[in-house]
T-cell receptor, first 107, second 115 residues
Framework: KNEVEQSPQNLTAQEGEFITINCSYSVGISALHWLQQHPGGGIVSLFM???GKKKHGRLIATINIQEKHSSLHITASHPRDSAVYICAVYNNNDMRFGAGTRLTVKP | DVKVTQSSRYLVKRTGEKVFLECVQD?????MFWYRQDPGLGLRLIYF???????EKGDIPEGYSVSREKKERFSLILESASTNQTSMYLC??????????????FGPGTRLTVL
């Protein structure tokens, strides 16, 4: 079993839909990251969380440390949100990555 | 803007060939990383370097070596390529003391196919 599990693996949505991607982890962490990987490979960091909730534009990330779970939400989804979203956890200079969720938003 | 470039976007090699993947960053970052990314497994760290001529093994170093002769350049070497090394290879860099992902800048990736 992977230390970082994401669900769903693949997600197709219609433009405008509310999207939720989930991440569960089994190790102790000091921070959790959500990354976005566009077609072609480039990866950018969206959020770093150690508690609570963060919001940036239409993106919201939450984390529940007790439950070892984080969610990434996208409101009013748009085709340009189509990408692979990766959850990663960090502790003591050690990083573990989820396998990613491939999101396709159709117009 | 930080720029991390990788020498090739796509590469096709034959089993047994020696393969060099080059990564260059232009922001004077101390740390550089090589990952491979496979479907269902996510990103896995192969090697990282925190200074010139310094290197440390990541989670899956077997079958790979690295070279960091200059601060801006970090090379990944497959001494004898095998089909199970077919993957997407991603390079990243970050400033000193910054293993955190929010300060890592990724290159565009090299998709390597070993036939």
């Amino acid at each position: 079993k992977n230390e970082v599990e994401q669900s769903p693996q693949n997600l197709t949505a219609q433009e405008g839909e509310f999207i939720t991607i989930n991440c569960s982890y089994s190790v102790g962490i000091s921070a959790l990251h959500w990354l976005q990987q566009h077609p072609g490979g480039g990866i950018v960091s969206l959020f770093m969380l150690s508690s609570g909730k963060k919001k940036h534009g239409r993106l919201i990330a939450t984390i529940n440390i007790q439950e070892k779970h984080s969610s990434l939400h996208i409101t009013a989804s748009h085709p340009r949100d189509s990408a692979v979203y990766i959850c990663a956890v960090y502790n003591n200079n050690d990083m573990r990555f989820g396998a990613g969720t491939r999101l396709t938003v159709k117009p | 803007d930080v720029k991390v470039t990788q020498s090739s976007r796509y590469l096709v090699k034959r089993t047994g060939e020696k393969v060099f993947l080059e990564c260059v960053q232009d922001m004077d970052h101390e740390n550089m990383f090589w990952y491979r990314q496979d479907p269902g497994l996510g990103l896995r760290l192969i090697y990282f370097s925190y200074d010139v001529k310094m290197k440390e093994k990541g989670d899956i170093p077997e079958g790979y070596s690295v070279s960091r002769e200059k601060k801006e350049r970090f090379s990944l070497i497959l001494e004898s390529a095998s089909t199970n090394q077919t993957s997407m290879y991603l390079c990243a860099s970050s400033t000193s003391g910054a293993h955190r992902l929010d300060t890592q800048y990724f290159g565009p990736g090299t998709r390597l196919t070993v036939l």
